[in-house]
């Protein structure tokens, strides 16, 4: 079965970083291009970082571009978020996303002092 795992997540001061894990089992990890979204209080689920399959393309959200860093390892089947000089408008549940069908369930992200 399909499962989306995501990791990494927790309380991080401003300017702080993080990284955020995607562990994938259960599809051919490799075929599907992956993303990262989040959902903040109060607000809709925006895509953060989108990859392509290879892992050569990518887009970002402008109000983390020159912060955040999506990335995969195609050979361990994990997809990876660095997020830098984090700001507390970060705080949401991040979310992984392979292709368009599989989600994972999340994982917390507050950035507060």
């Known amino acids: 079965q399909v499962q989306l795992v995501e990791s990494g997540g927790g309380l991080v001061q401003p300017g702080g970083s993080l990284r955020l894990s995607c562990a994938a089992s259960?599809?051919?990890?490799?075929?599907?291009?992956m993303s990262w979204y989040r959902q903040a209080p109060g607000k809709a689920r925006e895509l953060v970082a989108g990859?392509?399959?290879?892992?050569?393309?990518?887009n970002y959200a402008d109000s983390v571009k020159g912060r955040f860093t999506i990335a995969r390892d195609n050979a361990k089947n994990t997809l990876y978020l660095q997020m830098n000089n984090l700001k507390p408008e970060d705080t949401a549940v991040y979310y992984c996303?392979?292709?368009?069908?599989?989600w994972g369930q999340g994982t917390q992200v507050t950035v507060s002092s």
């Open positions: 996303k392979a292709g368009t069908r599989y």
């Open positions: 990859l392509s399959m290879s892992g050569a393309s990518t």
């Open positions: 259960g599809f051919t990890f490799r075929s599907y291009a």
